[in-house]
Structures are given as structure tokens and as C-alpha cells.
T-cell receptor, first 115, second 110 residues
Framework: GAGVSQSPSNKVTEKGKDVELRCDPI?????LYWYRQSLGQGLEFLIYFQGNSAPDKSGLPSDRFSAERTGGSVSTLTIQRTQQEDSAVYLCASSLAGTISGEAFFGQGTRLTVV | GIQVEQSPPDLILQEGANSTLRCNFSDSVNNLQWFHQNPWGQLINLFYIPSGTKQNGRLSATTVATERYSLLYISSSQTTDSGVYFC????????????FGTGTRLQVTL
């Protein structure tokens, strides 16, 4: 597609359930990033992919969070045993260059609400 | 890690006014981007500007990398300019991420 696509747009889940968030980057972009934005806050880095590998996972807040990327394209962020503090907008970005020196483009985000 | 500070945190303008938003960063950068987050949460790319000056319509930006700051100029503001403006940088010490400032919340009134 023309831009970064994320699904679902909105997700409401019960505390303790697992959720999967999907990101389709811009075709040909080798770098992919996940960020989280809590209400009224800035963007918090979660994880960076270069191709299918994740050289920087330093932002994942706990071992309940994991992510994978397959075929150098689609990425899935999984949150296990969701907690209320996981409620936030999860944003995905991609860039053409292999390093952060390239311009990054963001998807519209997935708004996650844990009840 | 690199620190990014934006000022002012909040700004209210009357339609037609001009404004300058500032982004200071604490280390050398190889990437600097300005984004506008609209009321629906979408991050819109405004400028990719690790150095130099760019203009796009009523908006322009300047980055002085040696002095570690960037400025975003909005002229003849419109109500559609309302939202949050973020500066984000990639520092030369890491290949992995953009670090975001806390943003400037702009409200343009009639």
C-alpha cells in the first residue's frame, strides 16, 4: 500500500487476555519501529526491526511484550496477560534506510483499551 | 541517551498569527523530523531536516546541527494547524530509534 497500515484501529480487551497488533510497512522499507503513546503523552520507543531481526528491543516494558517480523514485511506486536496500564495507542513506523538516518513514516495507530 | 526538549509546551494563537516552535537536543544527530499530530492522532510528516532550511507553503524549518537546535515556523496560522507538534531525532550513537520531544500543543482560534 501507499502508507503504513495498522490493524485493528481499535481494540478493547479484558484484563488478562492476550492481544496481537499488526503493522504493514511501506513496501520496500527495511526498517520498522513500534512506539507507544499514552493519553496526552509523547511517544515511547518499544522495538526496532532491521529486516526480520530486532537489534534493539530495549523499550519493551516487560516480558509480556514481544514482537516479530516475517518476510521483511509484516510485523506483529503481542501483549500477553494484558493489564490496564497497557492501555495506549500503539504506533508503527517504517523507513527505507537501514538506520534511523532515513525518514520515518507512521501508521494511524491501534488504540488499545484494557478493561 | 539523547535528550529532546521542545518549547513552548502550549501555545494559543489567533488565526492569521505567526509562531516559532523550538526543539533543543543534547547530542549530535543524523536525523531530525518534525511531525504534526492531528486531533485524530495521526502523525503527519512535516519536515525531514537533519540540517539546513526547508520550506513547504506556510511552514518552514531550520536546523542548526552544530548548535543542537531546530526551529519550526508557522506563518498565517489556520485552525487546521491545531494539534501537537513533535520534534524527533536520531542520534549518531544509535541506529535504532527516533527519540521524541514532549511536543508543543497548538490551538489556533478564530
Amino acid at each position: 500500500g501507499a502508507g503504513v497500515s495498522q490493524s485493528p484501529s481499535n481494540k478493547v480487551t479484558e484484563k488478562g487476555k492476550d492481544v496481537e497488533l499488526r503493522c504493514d510497512p511501506i513496501s520496500g522499507h527495511t526498517a520498522l519501529y513500534w512506539y507507544r503513546q499514552s493519553l496526552g503523552q509523547g511517544l515511547e520507543f518499544l522495538i526496532y526491526f532491521q529486516g526480520n531481526s530486532a537489534p534493539d528491543k530495549s523499550g519493551l516494558p516487560s516480558d509480556r511484550f514481544s514482537a516479530e517480523r516475517t518476510g521483511g514485511s509484516v510485523s506483529t506486536l503481542t501483549i500477553q496477560r494484558t493489564q490496564q496500564e497497557d492501555s495506549a495507542v500503539y504506533l508503527c513506523a517504517s523507513s527505507l534506510a537501514g538506520t534511523i538516518s532515513g525518514e520515518a513514516f507512521f501508521g494511524q495507530g491501534t488504540r488499545l483499551t484494557v478493561v | 541517551g539523547i535528550q529532546v526538549e521542545q518549547s513552548p509546551p502550549d501555545l494559543i494563537l489567533q488565526e492569521g498569527a505567526n509562531s516559532t516552535l523550538r526543539c533543543n537536543f543534547s547530542d549530535s544527530v543524523n536525523n531530525l523530523q518534525w511531525f504534526h499530530q492531528n486531533p485524530w492522532g495521526q502523525l503527519i510528516n512535516l519536515f525531514y531536516i537533519p540540517s539546513g532550511t526547508k520550506q513547504n507553503g506556510r511552514l518552514s524549518a531550520t536546523t542548526v546541527a552544530t548548535e543542537r537546535y531546530s526551529l519550526l515556523y508557522i506563518s498565517s496560522s489556520q485552525t487546521t494547524d491545531s494539534g501537537v507538534y513533535f520534534c524527533a531525532v536520531g542520534d549518531t550513537g544509535t541506529a535504532s530509534k527516533l527519540t521524541f520531544g514532549t511536543g508543543t500543543r497548538l490551538q489556533v482560534t478564530l
